[in-house]
């Protein structure tokens, strides 16, 4: 037998109903490459239909892939497969998290853990390499992640990586995370551990990760490749923020901040970002100085570096020193990356106590925030979940749903006054599940049934729809391609790969160019606010931008930072090199795969997906029931139409055009948007076309 390498081989399968602790092959499920792939299909296969999240019959697939741990660059992400609390239909989604968690669950010789069962006592997973046994909870169960990482690191030692869930999770908080490595988080899935009362895994792992034998020079020349000529910084900005000598262009929303006199100025000495032009390796990871990115020019004497996920030379995570947070009981170490930053800053609603948005004040309450939600396990639903508190408190919804003595219980003065404290209270309560006030944590749809909220909350808010999730990179983010790519999953996208693209930094005409020779034609990129209707290259756009990003989570790599459409290097003429995945692939794996074969079993990820909601959802009527369009997207801007200039603004008709284009582009039955037997078989799935014909779910 030809030995394995990129993968472990195996996985691991826990049930914590019976004790039972086993091993899963890999290989059988190849096809599905990784992390998303391999979770949706042992949730199709082994999860009945009309299972709900916390029901023991659920299950959680924390999958890698075949790159998790190799050193390929972005590769640290994990993938967390399972039902989801959140929308009506308990459909599947995906949470991710970065840190170091699924390198290091690969050094231990894994590919992924299926967690079965439910535990009917709190317990935590030990795994050391291949030694995995299940252990008592008891002393953990009320703390929140980061004393639960510190207590199981006294146990295992200082070298174990630990991902756990706050009391959030354990309250079966819907809107709870997964943290790893004090603040990786992964939203969506901590209340499922918590109904199954694992309350944390921690892992060692020893053992070296095989790539393809006699393959280790290719390998290290590929990588020096992306990093001299391709790679940018965070969400692949290819240009810098400001001015600088080698630089052809520049863009004030780059990421990419490295300038001279620029510091990390509570690094001990300070550490200069300087500039960091293309092809100085060793500098990548000072291109992102994302803290002043997030908070403004005060984060810049506070940071002490720029952190990150293994393997990543982006560091997009901003690492801080802020005293102020010792007045709240905490240490005065802060470590996060945007939407931990910007969704405390949105609770306070009255704006900050000095009255400067990017000032200390509202650098103080986003870290103290950002260290409450992550140590809680409190997931923002991508900046939802401080929305939902400003439209009830702002309607007197929250007045009418509360109780009047829990009410005047809350110190709204602290809101009033921007006093970050009020965190203090807004984290706890939702956490614990403190009286009625709590239930800000259901999510939108069960939120707005219980406190009865009106049709207008559906009609703004930045809701996409009633699956229960907040637009992410939409209709203002490349046209028809931004609302076909937030249609397709059963949370926010999480999508970058097409707004990546958009917010390269490059000008629209070379983007334009780049895009005619990825996807047909120039006019799959449409200029900012002056969109035109929709076409085949859209469609062709939208669909790579998904399967890109089921490929991202499977294989894994980080869609943050990937795919490499474009590069920062003038003499490439700015061009990325979007065969990268697959060339690393080919090296850790030893299957040579061209980049239209990774594409054909991303897009059998896709459809899988697709399939995976069918079920849950019970209904083949994708377009009509699943794949709606938010009012807002049609009536912004009354006095404009659609297709004219200055204007985000989108036409119903067209809008359903595009869907029928993306369904077809897909293989999917183009009246309802499910798919259909022959599609299914031809991305070797037969058996999945089969239960769907069982269910009477094919179209």
Same mark, same amino acid.
């Given at each position: 037998?030809?030995?394995i390498?990129?993968w ?15 091993t ?28 709900k ?7 959680v697939?924390?999958g890698?892939?075949?790159?998790t ?5 972005c590769s640290?992400r994990t ?6 609390p ?8 995906d949470?991710h ?15 992924g853990?299926?967690v ?21 909870a ?9 004393e ?6 006294e146990?295992m030692?200082?070298e174990a ?10 309250n ?15 939203g969506?899935?901590?209340g499922?551990?918590?109904?199954k ?7 060692? $792992?020893t ?22 000529e ?27 901040t ?6 990390w ?17 060793n500098k ?16 810049e004497?506070?940071?002490i ?6 393997s ?5 995570q ?5 005293? /102020?947070?010792e007045?709240?009981?905490l ?10 930053f ?9 704006g ?12 103080i ?14 997931w ?11 439209y ?8 009418e ?5 829990e009410y ?10 921007g006093?970050?404290a ?12 403190e ?13 707005a ?5 009106d ?12 699956m ?7 209709n ?5 391609? $931004?609302?076909l ?5 059963n ?15 490059l ?9 005619g020779?990825?996807w ?19 469609a062709?756009?939208?669909k ?15 869609n943050w930072?990937?795919?490499?459409t ?25 299957? /040579?795969?061209?980049?239209a ?6 897009e ?10 069918v079920?849950?959802m ?12 938010p009012?807002y ?8 139409k ?12 067209d809008m359903?055009?595009a ?5 077809k ?14 599609t ?13 014909e069982?269910?009477?779910?094919l179209?």
């Amino acid at each position: 037998m030809a030995k394995i390498t990129g993968w472990a081989g195996k996985m691991l399968r826990v049930n914590l109903t019976t004790g039972a602790i086993s091993t899963v092959d890999t290989m059988k499920y190849k096809d599905f490459i990784g992390g998303a792939g391999i979770g949706y299909k042992i949730i199709f296969d082994e999860v009945p239909q009309g299972t709900k999240a916390y029901d023991e019959a659920n299950k959680v697939v924390f999958g890698v892939g075949p790159l998790t741990g190799t050193g390929a660059p972005c590769s640290g992400r994990t993938n967390i497969t399972s039902l989801a609390p959140t929308n009506p239909y308990h459909a599947v989604t995906d949470s991710h998290m970065g840190g170091n968690f699924g390198a290091y669950l690969k050094f231990a010789g894994w590919d992924g853990i299926i967690v079965e069962g439910a535990s009917n006592k709190p317990v935590w997973l030990r795994i050391e390499n291949d030694k995995v046994t299940i252990e008592d909870a008891a002393h953990l169960w009320g703390k929140g992640t980061v004393e639960t990482s510190m207590l199981l690191n006294e146990e295992m030692g200082k070298e174990a990586c630990i991902a756990s869930i706050g009391q959030a999770g354990e309250n079966l908080i819907n809107l709870s995370s997964i943290v790893n490595s004090v603040n990786h988080s992964a939203g969506g899935h901590g209340g499922i551990l918590g109904a199954k009362k694992l309350k944390a895994i921690g892992i060692i $792992g020893t053992q070296a990760i095989n790539i393809a034998e006699g393959k280790g020079k290719d390998w290290v020349d590929l990588n020096a490749y992306m990093m001299d000529e391709i790679i940018g910084a965070n969400n692949q900005h290819v240009v810098p923020n400001t001015p600088q000598p080698w630089a052809e262009f520049h863009d004030s929303r780059s990421r990419w901040t490295a300038q001279t006199a620029l510091f990390w100025g509570a690094a001990k000495p300070p550490v200069e970002t300087g500039e960091c032009p293309p092809g100085e390796k060793n500098k990548v990871g000072l291109r992102t100085q994302k803290a002043v990115f997030d908070l403004g020019p005060v984060a810049e004497a506070r940071t002490i570096k720029m952190g990150g996920c293994h393997s990543c030379p982006i560091r997009c995570q901003s690492n801080l020193e802020v005293p /102020e947070l010792e007045k709240y009981g905490l240490t005065r170490y802060a470590a996060s990356t945007c939407i931990n930053f910007s969704s405390p800053g949105s609770v306070m609603l009255k704006g900050y106590s000095d009255g400067d948005p990017k000032g200390e004040v509202a650098l103080i309450t986003k870290c103290l925030g950002s260290r409450l939600a992550d140590d809680y396990g409190i997931w923002s639903n991508y900046g939802q979940l401080p929305r939902d508190f400003k439209y009830a408190y702002t309607t007197g919804k929250l007045k009418e749903a509360l109780p009047k003595e829990e009410y005047d219980s809350i110190p709204w003065d602290l809101v009033e006054s921007g006093d970050p404290a009020f965190l203090l209270e807004f984290y706890r309560r939702i956490a614990l599940k403190e009286g009625e006030f709590s239930h800000l944590g259901d999510g939108p749809y069960w939120l707005a049934e219980r406190w009865k909220f009106d049709e207008d909350y559906w009609n703004g808010n930045s809701l996409w729809s009633k699956m229960a999730y907040p637009k992410h990179h939409s209709n203002e983010s490349g046209a028809q391609v $931004g609302v076909l790519v937030n249609i397709m999953f059963n949370r926010d996208a999480n999508s970058h790969t097409h707004q990546n693209m958009i917010g390269a930094g490059l000008p629209t005409e070379l983007l334009r160019e780049i895009s005619g020779e990825v996807w047909g034609s120039p006019d799959a990129f449409d200029v900012p606010q002056n969109y035109t209707p929709m076409n085949e290259y859209k469609a062709n756009f939208a669909k790579w931008s998904l399967d890109r990003n089921f490929l991202h989570d499977s294989i894994t790599l980080c869609n943050w930072v990937w795919p490499m459409t474009v590069s920062p290097s003038k003499k490439r003429n700015y061009r990325g090199d979007t065969a990268l995945e697959a060339k690393f692939f080919s090296l850790a794996t030893g299957i /040579e795969t061209s980049e239209a074969e990774l594409d054909l079993a991303a897009e059998r990820i896709s459809t899988l997906h697709r399939a995976l909601t069918v079920k849950n959802m019970k209904t083949i009527d994708m377009r009509n029931q699943h794949d709606t369009i938010p009012t807002y997207v049609f009536d912004v801007d009354p006095d404009k139409k659609p297709f004219t200039p200055g204007t985000v603004k989108m036409d119903k008709d067209d809008m359903q055009l595009a869907l029928t284009m993306l369904y077809k582009a897909y293989g999917w039955d183009e009246k309802t948007g499910a798919p259909t037997r022959a599609t299914l078989e031809k991305l070797g799935m037969k058996d999945v076309a089969d239960e769907l014909e069982g269910l009477k779910l094919l179209p």
